[in-house]
């Protein structure tokens, strides 16, 4: 099969480990993000970019195509998308391979392993019949998240460089590290950058467009428990494992991630370690309504206050700090950028599908940074799993909608 330079893009980018680790500390988190970011700059540079920086400091790399004839004062739009990719699942050895015309049925990604996606488990990849999946041996995730999405926009600028017939305005992109432990906006310079506005092309299923995320917050429990010999222990003995636990169900059992969707928010447990002396738990806070999302924070708070009071002042200590708001208060006011990306979809024979992301991307800091940034699709599916894939006819189809949209801004 004749592969289009997007799709071989993608299948190079994904054999380059990238994955982020959020216990380094450090900016990049991992050292490895460098080896994308230096092929990507040569790509760049190969195809003909302009004022192409790289930030070797925090592995940040910025490009510009430049305007096309007569376009010089069209307003300057942006394409964003991350190289780091989660660290839930290695990507360590990521042996792509593509099911051609694909048959609805199960999937064997290792028969070695027996390890099968399923469509029981997965039934929406049946809508890709008769299309190209991209998929994994099992073993490891993908990529696609977000290196379709870095794919998609070298595809649209190189297209675009290759067409000067084709009218747009200057485009600025930006590959960033670390958006997976929520870091990918923390050295993004917007001055630098440059754009009037941009899009984050970090989604899911062709036809995904997004405007609104979660409220976010990050939550540690510390519990400083007291240890005795458990023959002597009444009276004396604070179990801080189960003064944490107890906390967890003060916490409304309903508001749990498995219980919720949609716009419904909630508390999650994500890591707890600790002994009978003390014990940390650490969760995330999130809720779409911003009234909704300071009531979780405070009941937080009201959870470690009652505990104290039954254990003793100090016992429990809550902290809470603020990750990310929902980007819909910024982009409300932009409503061209959700509309044109629909009415382009509509064009290409997509129906767009508009809901709130149940997470956050590097455009939701970016909005409140100053640069308004919906999020696009790109046409991948079950990210951070080893069950991950793309569609081939999609990616290629985020192309195209990247490059219209640059035709849409050729003019203010």
């Not at 498995?258 to 002994?275: A, P, V």
């Amino acid at each position: 099969m004749i592969l289009s330079k997007t799709v071989e893009n993608f299948l190079q980018y994904v054999t380059i480990d990238t994955q982020s680790d959020e216990t380094t500390g450090m900016t990049p988190s991992t050292a490895k993000q460098h080896d994308l970011a230096e092929l990507l700059e040569r790509q760049l540079r190969e195809m003909g970019a302009e004022e192409i920086t790289y930030d070797r400091e925090h592995c940040y790399l910025y490009a510009s195509i430049p305007a096309s004839g007569g376009c010089q004062n069209a307003p300057v739009l942006g394409f964003v998308a991350h190289m780091d990719t989660s660290p839930a699942v290695t990507d360590t050895g990521v042996k792509p391979r593509i099911i051609e015309k694909y048959d609805g049925k199960d999937i064997l990604l290792n028969e070695a392993e027996n390890i099968v996606l399923s469509t029981a488990d997965f039934p929406e990849i049946r809508k890709l019949e008769g299309k190209d999946i991209i998929v994994t041996d099992g073993t490891t995730l993908l990529g696609a998240d977000d290196k379709a999405g870095i794919a998609e926009i070298m595809g649209a600028c190189e297209y675009l460089l290759h067409h000067p017939e084709v009218k747009h305005g200057k485009l600025r992109i930006c590959f960033t590290p670390d958006e997976e432990i929520g870091e990918g906006a923390d050295h993004f310079d917007v001055k630098l950058f440059g754009a009037d506005f941009a899009y984050t092309v970090d989604g899911g299923e062709l036809g995904e467009l997004e405007d609104e995320t979660f409220n976010a917050a990050s939550g540690r429990l510390t519990v400083n428990g007291r240890s005795v010999h458990p023959g002597s222990a009444k009276g004396k003995m604070v179990n801080a494992i189960l003064v944490a636990q107890e906390f967890q169900n003060l916490l409304p059992i309903f508001q749990n991630p498995m219980y919720t969707e949609g716009r419904e928010g909630f508390f999650h447990l994500d890591r707890i370690e600790g002994n009978v002396e003390k014990t940390v738990a650490d969760y995330i806070i999130r809720d779409h309504d911003r009234e909704a999302f300071e009531r979780k924070k405070a009941m937080f708070a009201q959870c470690a206050d009652f505990l104290n009071t039954k254990y003793g002042e100090g016992t429990v200590c809550a902290e809470v700090e603020d990750s990310y708001y929902n980007m819909r208060e910024v982009l409300k006011d932009h409503g061209h950028l959700m509309k044109n990306a629909s009415d382009i979809l509509r064009e290409l024979g997509v129906e767009p599908i508009v809901n709130p992301v149940r997470g956050g991307t590097d455009g939701a800091r970016l909005s409140f940074m100053g640069l308004p940034c919906p999020n696009l699709c790109t046409g991948g599916a079950n990210y951070h799993s080893r069950f991950e894939y793309a569609c081939v006819q999609s990616m290629d189809k985020v192309t195209e909608l990247l490059i219209m949209l640059a035709e849409r801004y050729s003019s203010r």
